[in-house]
């Protein structure tokens, strides 16, 4: 089956202490982005990669991190999380540039 | 002003009636135009994409892009209470080139059919 699955589906941790959110894809896409969604902002994407070894950043990258050392995976790495990360994270590929993007089941982050 | 609008709603439609829903883009090197559904806690599903200037139908959607009014809108016809969600409307625009094209969307309106 063709998916997107991110994990974990739920975290709760503390600020400061480092976390990765992981991602990964089964459908040979080049394209994988991660965004996150807060009430009344929609999704805003954080970080996207063209392929391995290409990452760029979104609208809003500050306190993110990223890399793409394999086509299948995108982790999302928060060196320091603080409250105002905690929100909705969902990850998705695509094959091309302009075409459909598939998305992850998402990962609820609170950071108390 | 934001480069994709929504209206955020709630928009409230009787079942079986048609629901009809707009977005306003700002970057007329838009490219690309995508209507995503998403439940309360779930991820975004894609319903429609269209290219091209008109009307671009799918069973009971209807997908309309005005790119010299920078408008794309959704209708569902014959609405019914399981199409109540939020609708995201999501956008390309190409930098150039092999530039990715990034993805942005809208903030959603959600739509409610009431039985």
Redesign the interface.
């Known amino acids: 089956e063709a998916q997107v699955t991110q994990n974990p589906r739920y975290l709760i941790t503390v600020t400061g202490k480092k976390l990765t959110v992981t991602c990964s894809q089964n459908m040979n896409h080049e394209?994988m982005?991660w965004?996150r969604q807060d009430p009344?902002?929609?999704?805003?994407?954080i970080y996207?990669s063209?392929n391995v070894e290409v990452t760029?950043k979104?609208d809003v990258p500050e306190g993110y991190k990223v890399s793409r050392k394999e086509k299948r995976n995108f982790p999302l790495i928060l060196e320091s999380p603080s409250p105002n990360q905690t929100s909705l994270y969902?990850c998705?590929s695509s094959s091309e540039?302009?075409?459909?993007?598939f998305?992850?089941?998402?990962t609820r982050l609170t950071v108390v | 002003q934001k480069e994709v609008e929504q209206n955020s709603g709630p928009l409230s439609v009787p079942e079986g009636a048609i629901a009809s829903l707009n977005c306003t883009y700002s970057d007329r090197g838009s490219q690309s135009f995508f209507w995503y559904r998403q439940y309360s806690g779930k991820s975004p599903e894609l319903i429609m994409f269209i290219y091209s200037n008109g009307d671009k139908e799918d069973g009971r959607f209807t997908a309309q892009l005005n790119k010299a009014s920078q408008y794309v809108s959704l209708l569902i016809r014959d609405s019914q209470p399981s199409d109540s969600a939020t609708y995201l409307c999501a956008v390309t625009v190409n930098a150039g080139g092999t530039s990715y094209g990034k993805l942005t969307f809208g903030q959603g309106t959600i739509l409610t059919v009431h039985p």
């Open positions: 394209y982005s965004y009344g902002l929609g999704l805003r994407q996207y063209m760029d979104g969902f998705a540039q302009n075409t459909e993007a998305f992850g089941q998402g």
